[in-house]
T-cell receptor
Protein backbone atom coordinates (compact mmCIF):
# COMPACT_ATOMS: atom_id res chain seq x y z
CA UNK A 1 0.00 0.00 0.00
CA UNK A 2 1.29 3.43 -0.93
CA UNK A 3 2.25 5.36 2.16
CA UNK A 4 4.03 8.49 3.36
CA UNK A 5 5.28 8.70 6.96
CA UNK A 6 6.75 11.78 8.59
CA UNK A 7 8.75 11.93 11.80
CA UNK A 8 8.84 13.26 14.36
CA UNK A 9 5.21 14.35 14.78
CA UNK A 10 6.34 17.38 16.76
CA UNK A 11 9.69 19.05 17.31
CA UNK A 12 10.69 21.87 19.65
CA UNK A 13 13.98 23.62 18.97
CA UNK A 14 15.82 26.48 20.54
CA UNK A 15 16.53 29.33 18.16
CA UNK A 16 19.74 28.46 16.33
CA UNK A 17 19.53 24.73 17.09
CA UNK A 18 19.75 22.89 13.74
CA UNK A 19 17.81 19.67 13.11
CA UNK A 20 16.24 17.48 10.43
CA UNK A 21 12.72 16.31 9.62
CA UNK A 22 12.18 12.94 7.99
CA UNK A 23 9.76 11.77 5.30
CA UNK A 24 9.80 8.10 4.34
CA UNK A 25 7.67 6.75 1.52
CA UNK A 26 6.60 3.50 -0.05
CA UNK A 27 4.99 4.25 -3.41
CA UNK A 28 5.37 2.66 -6.80
CA UNK A 29 5.77 4.88 -9.84
CA UNK A 30 7.21 7.82 -7.94
CA UNK A 31 7.15 10.99 -10.04
CA UNK A 32 8.22 13.55 -7.45
CA UNK A 33 8.48 14.37 -3.75
CA UNK A 34 7.27 17.71 -2.42
CA UNK A 35 7.77 19.72 0.74
CA UNK A 36 5.24 22.29 1.96
CA UNK A 37 4.99 24.61 4.92
CA UNK A 38 1.59 25.16 6.56
CA UNK A 39 0.84 27.92 9.04
CA UNK A 40 -2.23 27.64 11.32
CA UNK A 41 -5.47 28.46 9.51
CA UNK A 42 -3.79 28.70 6.10
CA UNK A 43 -3.28 26.57 3.05
CA UNK A 44 0.06 24.82 2.55
CA UNK A 45 2.80 26.83 0.88
CA UNK A 46 5.03 25.10 -1.66
CA UNK A 47 8.72 24.83 -0.75
CA UNK A 48 10.53 22.23 -2.91
CA UNK A 49 10.13 19.48 -5.47
CA UNK A 50 12.67 16.65 -5.67
CA UNK A 51 12.61 14.23 -8.57
CA UNK A 52 15.47 11.77 -8.18
CA UNK A 53 17.67 10.22 -5.52
CA UNK A 54 20.68 12.37 -4.71
CA UNK A 55 18.93 15.61 -5.57
CA UNK A 56 19.13 18.54 -3.15
CA UNK A 57 17.30 21.88 -3.02
CA UNK A 58 17.93 24.86 -0.75
CA UNK A 59 15.96 27.91 0.30
CA UNK A 60 17.22 30.21 3.02
CA UNK A 61 17.65 28.05 6.15
CA UNK A 62 15.99 24.99 4.59
CA UNK A 63 17.63 22.21 2.61
CA UNK A 64 15.78 19.20 1.23
CA UNK A 65 17.46 15.96 0.18
CA UNK A 66 16.13 12.77 -1.39
CA UNK A 67 17.16 9.12 -1.30
CA UNK A 68 15.35 6.13 -2.80
CA UNK A 69 13.22 5.62 0.29
CA UNK A 70 13.17 8.89 2.20
CA UNK A 71 13.65 12.62 2.18
CA UNK A 72 15.06 14.94 4.80
CA UNK A 73 14.30 18.58 5.43
CA UNK A 74 17.30 20.09 7.19
CA UNK A 75 16.75 23.31 9.11
CA UNK A 76 19.91 25.26 9.85
CA UNK A 77 19.96 27.80 12.67
CA UNK A 78 16.16 28.09 12.80
CA UNK A 79 14.36 31.27 13.82
CA UNK A 80 10.97 31.60 15.55
CA UNK A 81 9.38 32.51 12.20
CA UNK A 82 10.25 29.02 10.96
CA UNK A 83 7.62 27.64 13.36
CA UNK A 84 4.99 25.86 11.26
CA UNK A 85 3.85 22.41 10.22
CA UNK A 86 5.99 20.94 7.45
CA UNK A 87 4.25 18.55 5.08
CA UNK A 88 5.76 16.02 2.74
CA UNK A 89 3.92 14.66 -0.31
CA UNK A 90 4.71 12.22 -3.07
CA UNK A 91 3.20 11.86 -6.51
CA UNK A 92 2.68 8.37 -7.89
CA UNK A 93 2.03 7.94 -11.58
CA UNK A 94 0.62 4.99 -13.45
CA UNK A 95 -0.88 4.38 -16.90
CA UNK A 96 -4.37 5.53 -16.04
CA UNK A 97 -3.60 8.57 -13.95
CA UNK A 98 -1.70 9.90 -11.01
CA UNK A 99 -2.26 10.59 -7.35
CA UNK A 100 -0.72 12.61 -4.55
CA UNK A 101 -0.15 11.24 -1.07
CA UNK A 102 0.55 13.56 1.86
CA UNK A 103 2.12 12.74 5.19
CA UNK A 104 0.53 13.99 8.40
CA UNK A 105 3.26 16.55 8.94
CA UNK A 106 5.84 17.60 11.52
CA UNK A 107 4.84 20.47 13.77
CA UNK A 108 7.93 22.59 14.39
CA UNK A 109 8.17 25.10 17.22
CA UNK A 110 11.25 27.31 17.46
CA UNK A 111 11.68 28.92 20.86
CA UNK A 112 13.42 32.32 21.06
CA UNK B 1 -1.98 38.67 -7.43
CA UNK B 2 -1.66 35.02 -8.47
CA UNK B 3 -3.95 33.01 -6.27
CA UNK B 4 -6.48 30.27 -5.72
CA UNK B 5 -9.73 31.61 -4.28
CA UNK B 6 -12.16 29.43 -2.37
CA UNK B 7 -15.59 30.38 -1.12
CA UNK B 8 -16.96 30.30 1.44
CA UNK B 9 -14.24 30.24 4.12
CA UNK B 10 -16.62 28.88 6.73
CA UNK B 11 -19.86 26.95 6.29
CA UNK B 12 -22.22 25.27 8.69
CA UNK B 13 -24.98 23.19 7.12
CA UNK B 14 -27.44 20.45 7.96
CA UNK B 15 -27.33 16.83 6.88
CA UNK B 16 -28.69 16.30 3.38
CA UNK B 17 -28.72 19.90 2.22
CA UNK B 18 -26.84 20.17 -1.06
CA UNK B 19 -23.94 22.60 -1.14
CA UNK B 20 -21.23 23.81 -3.46
CA UNK B 21 -17.79 25.11 -2.55
CA UNK B 22 -16.34 27.24 -5.32
CA UNK B 23 -12.70 27.35 -6.40
CA UNK B 24 -11.17 29.69 -8.93
CA UNK B 25 -7.55 30.25 -10.00
CA UNK B 26 -6.15 33.16 -12.02
CA UNK B 27 -2.85 31.59 -13.08
CA UNK B 28 -4.04 29.68 -16.17
CA UNK B 29 -3.07 26.42 -14.45
CA UNK B 30 -3.90 23.12 -16.15
CA UNK B 31 -4.24 20.93 -13.06
CA UNK B 32 -6.67 21.46 -10.19
CA UNK B 33 -7.48 19.31 -7.21
CA UNK B 34 -9.55 19.13 -4.03
CA UNK B 35 -8.27 17.88 -0.69
CA UNK B 36 -9.71 17.42 2.74
CA UNK B 37 -7.58 17.75 5.86
CA UNK B 38 -8.49 15.91 9.05
CA UNK B 39 -6.47 15.65 12.29
CA UNK B 40 -4.22 12.60 12.28
CA UNK B 41 -5.06 11.78 8.64
CA UNK B 42 -3.35 14.61 6.83
CA UNK B 43 -4.39 15.88 3.43
CA UNK B 44 -6.31 13.39 1.33
CA UNK B 45 -7.09 13.90 -2.33
CA UNK B 46 -10.78 13.89 -3.25
CA UNK B 47 -10.82 14.60 -6.98
CA UNK B 48 -8.47 16.09 -9.51
CA UNK B 49 -8.66 17.51 -13.01
CA UNK B 50 -5.84 17.46 -15.54
CA UNK B 51 -7.68 19.69 -18.00
CA UNK B 52 -11.08 21.10 -18.93
CA UNK B 53 -13.73 18.35 -18.98
CA UNK B 54 -11.21 15.83 -17.58
CA UNK B 55 -11.71 14.77 -13.97
CA UNK B 56 -10.69 11.72 -11.98
CA UNK B 57 -11.11 10.26 -8.51
CA UNK B 58 -8.53 10.66 -5.82
CA UNK B 59 -8.25 8.71 -2.61
CA UNK B 60 -11.58 9.64 -0.99
CA UNK B 61 -14.15 10.57 -3.68
CA UNK B 62 -17.27 9.06 -2.08
CA UNK B 63 -19.99 11.63 -1.42
CA UNK B 64 -18.43 14.31 -3.61
CA UNK B 65 -18.82 15.52 -7.17
CA UNK B 66 -16.77 17.92 -9.26
CA UNK B 67 -16.91 19.51 -12.67
CA UNK B 68 -14.40 21.38 -14.82
CA UNK B 69 -16.30 23.30 -17.48
CA UNK B 70 -13.85 26.19 -17.54
CA UNK B 71 -10.11 26.13 -16.99
CA UNK B 72 -10.20 28.54 -14.06
CA UNK B 73 -13.04 27.01 -12.03
CA UNK B 74 -13.31 23.70 -10.21
CA UNK B 75 -16.32 23.57 -7.86
CA UNK B 76 -16.78 20.84 -5.25
CA UNK B 77 -20.34 19.62 -4.83
CA UNK B 78 -21.74 17.72 -1.88
CA UNK B 79 -25.12 16.41 -3.03
CA UNK B 80 -26.21 15.12 0.39
CA UNK B 81 -23.71 16.12 3.07
CA UNK B 82 -23.25 13.94 6.13
CA UNK B 83 -21.49 14.66 9.45
CA UNK B 84 -18.46 12.58 8.40
CA UNK B 85 -17.81 15.21 5.72
CA UNK B 86 -17.10 17.79 8.40
CA UNK B 87 -13.56 18.81 7.56
CA UNK B 88 -11.19 21.49 6.30
CA UNK B 89 -11.20 21.56 2.51
CA UNK B 90 -8.49 22.90 0.24
CA UNK B 91 -8.51 23.56 -3.46
CA UNK B 92 -5.14 23.57 -5.21
CA UNK B 93 -3.79 24.15 -8.69
CA UNK B 94 -0.59 23.38 -10.57
CA UNK B 95 0.71 24.73 -13.88
CA UNK B 96 1.32 21.31 -15.46
CA UNK B 97 -1.44 18.93 -16.49
CA UNK B 98 0.15 16.11 -14.50
CA UNK B 99 0.25 18.20 -11.33
CA UNK B 100 4.03 18.07 -11.10
CA UNK B 101 5.91 21.15 -10.03
CA UNK B 102 4.09 21.94 -6.81
CA UNK B 103 0.67 23.24 -5.90
CA UNK B 104 -0.70 26.65 -5.10
CA UNK B 105 -3.31 26.14 -2.40
CA UNK B 106 -6.36 28.18 -1.54
CA UNK B 107 -6.99 29.44 1.99
CA UNK B 108 -9.35 26.64 2.87
CA UNK B 109 -13.05 26.11 3.60
CA UNK B 110 -14.01 24.87 7.03
CA UNK B 111 -17.20 22.85 6.66
CA UNK B 112 -19.33 21.65 9.54
CA UNK B 113 -22.27 19.31 8.85
CA UNK B 114 -24.71 18.93 11.73
Amino acid sequence: EDQVTQSPEALRLQEGESSSLNCSYTVSGLRGLFWYRQDPGKGPEFLFTLYSAGEEKEKERLKATLTKKESFLHITAPKPEDSATYLCAVQAVWLTGNQFYFGTGTSLTVIP
Amino acid sequence: EAQVTQNPRYLITVTGKKLTVTCSQNMNHEYMSWYRQDPGLGLRQIYYSMNVEVTDKGDVPEGYKVSRKEKRNFPLILESPSPNQTSLYFCASSPHSTGIGGYTFGSGTRLTVV
